[in-house]
């Protein structure tokens, strides 16, 4: 993954508009994190394989960076996004990462199943 190029995303975003795609979206702040810090309050969410169709999408920031996805019924909106895979032609892969490189959000949308 790489640093998150705003107008190569917002393209991909654009080109997956009007699709049923398939959604994976997850948020952690460390499941295991209050096992090594009593303070830490340990918090997550995971979605997978769920379909959705948006009509309007795009990102925003100055990094990290959020992206909001517009569907007939309601939003979604994920912040603190900092990496993408450029690589991925087919799919948009978005993550977060921390300053110590782990995972702590991510946005995925494929018109095929995770």
């Known amino acids: 993954m790489q640093l998150i190029n705003l107008e190569k995303v917002q393209h991909r975003i654009e080109s997956l508009k009007g699709e ?3 959604l994976h979206l997850e948020m952690t702040t460390g499941a295991y994190a209050s096992h090594l810090d009593s303070t830490k309050h340990p918090a997550a969410n ?3 394989n769920t379909k959705i169709k948006y009509d309007h999408g795009s990102i925003a920031g ?3 960076y959020r992206v909001g996805l517009k569907m007939a019924e309601g939003w979604i909106y994920t912040e603190g996004l900092t990496h993408w895979e450029e690589e991925e032609s087919e799919r948009l892969l978005l993550a977060g990462h921390d300053g110590q490189g782990k995972l702590v959000v991510a946005l995925q949308l494929s018109r095929e199943p995770f």
Do not use: K, R, S, V
Request: no cysteine; proline share 11%.
């Open 62 to 64: 100055i990094g990290p």
């Open 46 to 48: 995971f979605i997978t």
């Open 20 to 22: 049923e795609l398939y």
